[in-house]
């Protein structure tokens, strides 16, 4: 038999029924026993993925409808030219009637034997062909320089789509497997549909049973069309059409400029349609530029190193880091646990249509960005029972800042305030762009755990040890540059390392997932995969610290106010902070930046007073009132003291001349604004700070 071409893909149904032999001559075989056999290419949402996928084993799936009695042996053999090539035992244990095998040997016939006893020979039970498929090829587009999708006002481009910058060009990878022995050359070809007479051509080797590879140059895109289609083609020797792809492209004609540091309100495209699922159960789309108030926008904090933060109406308003691969991070908010009165959970992702969610932008200065997000957490049916959320984000130039809740709520509430979760595009599939180490815990002092996911067997790692610990979450298995998330007052370790989703007894994530969030409406809570994965995007949790495990807050007071309703009660605010950033900074400076954050340096100061309070951790600024033009401080740090920053209250608004231990630092080295002052230094023993200041 032929093992390189089958036509077709099929599904056969064997009924087959045990005959007599030495072990089962007693026993009463009621019914015979049915054996379903299928063939399927691989669950999608499993590896490999993109280009891999070529030439990938096809899997068995054995079904039996009922617990085999008394047989001891039941094999899956693989034959090619009538010779035995693989052989598994399967084994059908009780209420699990389904064996899979991955027919890696690429046999062209395989058969269902078994054996009553280990001595008995083998009774084959069922044979049938396996039908690999006589041509298979992939196309994976990719921009020929990487633009992180918010530097071309994009955001979650859809994982299936090409996004370019106008006259970008893109590079087109593709793999072919042929089985046609009939079959041995052919051609690729690549061109954009608004310009079918410039076509990208190359010869491609179709040797049967053997991946042949090519890369096409399509040229660049149009400079003016906002959308289009690239297509890919594999053609016969004659020119007959073999295999065609058509992949969406995005084109943003005129990029936005974004300022090398600051922050800019604007609306973020995004060309795919909101999904929405109505009371009935049924799903429709909700065209994105009519999916809120068009009063509102959407933020983006702009970082030298590159990054960028973004406040997005499709997330509710809930910040995260917006990486250059096109995932994002975000370290939650704070959701309450529900009361008995409401739907699903009680948390911003709930606000869709942003009722209670707004962003502001407080300050953007050339020394510092602060920007402003409150919201109250509601439940599915936008319920909210008085309790309310201020966010407060400061950025420096630097890339690092912090996170600032502050949380007023009755006092009998609990909150969970903290957890780790990746943002993935719609049609962008878990295992293929999580790395394993997802995680690492670097306590202060020195000690380090990786954790890597699935996280079976490693509750040890995330046993608190009493020291604060700094947290780096790995977003994209392409990402140098990590999440970074630490505050001093924290001793406990996240509560849950979140498990992994199956589906048909497989493993299809690394982490819980969910696509009732972000974008998406209409959808609770899930607990399982499900193919809206190709119609929005989605998220992955990693860790949650839990109802029970908040940091001990900065400050607390309980006093009557007024609640989000308007009511007068007793209420209790809390506010907490943690040090927050972008970075491939490597472990001893993470625990230099985590040190600093900990502790401020003491000082010796002339020409200034300290202010009422001397040291703000929330924005991790030491507070002086000028008194003169020349101002000295003497830093003193107790292990390290990294980018200080100062606010001078009273100060003359220019600064002539920044000098550390007498030497004058470039304006590059530090950024003041009339009010902060900035340094881009680290400092490890004492060291003399001398401010030039003049009207």
């Given at each position: 038999m032929n093992c390189q071409y089958f036509p077709a893909f099929a599904t056969v149904f064997l009924n087959i029924a045990f005959l007599s032999s030495p072990t089962l001559a007693n026993e009463k075989v009621q019914s015979p026993l049915k054996f379903q056999i299928q063939i399927e290419s691989g669950h999608t949402w499993r590896p490999p993925f993109g280009l891999d996928r070529v030439g990938r084993p096809l899997e068995a799936v054995v079904t039996v409808s009922q617990t085999p009695p008394v047989v001891r042996e039941i094999f899956l053999v693989g034959y090619c030219d009538g010779k035995e090539v693989s052989r598994h035992k399967l084994v059908f244990p009780d209420q699990v009637r389904t064996a899979r095998v991955r027919l890696e040997a690429y046999p062209a016939e395989i058969a269902v034997l078994f054996k009553s006893n280990p001595n008995d020979k083998p009774v084959e039970l069922a044979r049938r062909g396996v039908p690999w498929p006589a041509f298979e090829a992939e196309a994976v587009a990719r921009p020929e320089r990487i633009i992180n999708p918010v530097d071309l006002g994009t955001i979650l481009v859809p994982d299936d789509w090409l996004l370019l910058a106008g006259g970008q060009k893109a590079q087109v990878e593709l793999v072919a497997l042929n089985r046609n022995s009939k079959l041995s050359s052919g051609q690729a070809v690549a061109w954009y549909e608004s310009a079918p007479g410039r076509r990208a051509t190359t010869a491609m080797r179709l040797t049967p049973g053997q991946k042949t590879k090519t890369i096409l140059a399509p040229g660049p895109c149009s400079r003016t069309l906002k959308r289009d289609t690239l297509h890919v083609v594999i053609e016969s020797g004659n020119g007959k059409e073999l295999w065609h792809k058509q992949i969406q492209v995005m084109i943003v004609p005129e990029p936005p400029k974004w300022p090398e540091f600051g922050v800019v309100e604007t609306k973020l495209r995004y060309d795919a349609p909101i999904s929405v699922r109505k009371s009935d159960g049924k799903f429709s789309f909700m065209n994105y530029n009519h999916g809120w108030d068009a009063k509102l926008k959407d933020v983006v904090v702009v970082l030298p190193n590159g990054q960028r933060f973004v406040f997005w109406r499709g997330s509710s308003y809930i910040p995260f880091w917006a990486s250059?691969?096109?995932?994002?991070?975000?370290?939650?908010?704070?959701?309450?646990?529900?009361?008995?009165?409401?739907?699903?959970?009680?948390?911003?992702?709930?606000?869709?249509?942003?009722?209670?969610?707004?962003?502001?932008?407080?300050?953007?200065t050339t020394a510092r960005v602060h920007v402003r997000w409150s919201y109250q957490s509601c439940d599915f049916n936008y319920k909210v029972w008085g309790d309310s959320a201020v966010e407060d984000y400061?950025?420096?130039?630097?890339?690092?800042?912090?996170?600032?809740?502050?949380?007023?709520?009755?006092?009998?509430s609990n909150y969970e305030v903290s957890e780790f979760i990746?943002?993935?595009?719609?049609?962008?599939?878990?295992?293929?762009?999580?790395?394993?180490?997802?995680?690492?815990?670097?306590?202060?002092?020195?000690?380090?755990?990786?954790?890597?996911?699935?996280?079976?067997?490693?509750?040890?790692?995330?046993?608190?040890?009493?020291?604060?610990?700094?947290?780096?979450?790995?977003?994209?298995?392409?990402?140098?540059?990590?999440?970074?998330?630490?505050?001093?007052?924290?001793?406990?370790?996240?509560?849950?390392?979140?498990?992994?989703?199956?589906?048909?007894?497989?493993?299809?994530?690394?982490?819980?997932?969910?696509?009732?969030?972000?974008?998406?409406?209409?959808?609770?809570?899930?607990?399982?995969?499900?193919?809206?994965?190709?119609?929005?995007?989605?998220?992955?949790?990693?860790?949650?610290?839990?109802?029970?495990?908040?940091?001990?807050?900065?400050?607390?007071?309980?006093?009557?106010?007024?609640?989000?309703?308007?009511?007068?009660?007793?209420?209790?605010?809390?506010?907490?902070?943690?040090?927050?950033?972008?970075?491939?900074?490597?472990?001893?400076?993470?625990?230099?930046?985590?040190?600093?954050?900990?502790?401020?340096?003491?000082?010796?100061?002339?020409?200034?007073?300290?202010?009422?309070?001397?040291?703000?951790?929330?924005?991790?600024?030491?507070?002086?009132?000028?008194?003169?033009?020349?101002?000295?401080?003497?830093?003193?740090?107790?292990?390290?003291?990294?980018?200080?920053?100062?606010?001078?209250?009273?100060?003359?608004?220019?600064?002539?001349?920044?000098?550390?231990?007498?030497?004058?630092?470039?304006?590059?080295?530090?950024?003041?604004?009339?009010?902060?002052?900035?340094?881009?230094?680290?400092?490890?023993?004492?060291?003399?700070?001398?401010?030039?200041?003049?009207?």
């Open positions: 250059r691969h096109n995932t994002g991070f975000c370290y939650e908010w704070a959701e309450s646990k529900p009361p008995a009165d409401a739907s699903d959970a009680v948390e911003p992702l709930m606000d869709k249509e942003l009722r209670y969610g707004r962003v502001r932008i407080m300050e953007s400061y950025f420096y130039p630097d890339g690092f800042g912090t996170r600032v809740l502050t949380l007023q709520s009755v006092p009998e990746v943002l993935t595009p719609q049609s962008m599939y878990p295992l293929s762009v999580l790395p394993p180490n997802l995680l690492d815990v670097l306590f202060l002092d020195g000690k380090k755990n990786e954790l890597t996911f699935p996280s079976h067997g490693q509750a040890e790692k995330l046993q608190s040890r009493g020291i604060p610990a700094i947290f780096r979450v790995h977003l994209h298995k392409n990402e140098p540059l990590t999440a970074i998330y630490f505050s001093p007052l924290d001793k406990k370790l996240p509560e849950i390392a979140y498990g992994p989703f199956y589906d048909k007894s497989q493993l299809v994530t690394p982490v819980y997932w969910g696509s009732h969030w972000p974008l998406a409406r209409g959808n609770t809570t899930g607990g399982a995969i499900d193919a809206r994965v190709s119609l929005t995007p989605a998220h992955n949790s990693i860790v949650t610290w839990g109802y029970y495990h908040r940091p001990t807050p900065l400050h607390t007071t309980h006093c009557e106010m007024l609640d989000a309703l308007g009511r007068s009660k007793t209420m209790v605010t809390q506010i907490w902070a943690w040090l927050i950033g972008m970075s491939d900074a490597d472990d001893a400076r993470l625990l230099q930046w985590a040190h600093s954050f900990s502790k401020p340096p003491s000082l010796d100061v002339n020409g200034a007073q300290f202010d009422v309070e001397s040291y703000a951790p929330d924005r991790r600024a030491i507070r002086l009132v000028v008194e003169g033009n020349h101002v000295t401080i003497k830093i003193k740090p107790d292990s390290a003291c990294v980018n200080p920053v100062f606010e001078l209250s009273d100060a003359p608004k220019k600064l002539s001349r920044v000098l550390l231990d007498g030497r004058v630092l470039d304006t590059k080295q530090y950024a003041w604004d009339g009010k902060t002052l900035w340094l881009n230094a680290t400092i490890t023993k004492p060291t003399n700070l001398q401010l030039e200041l003049s009207e």
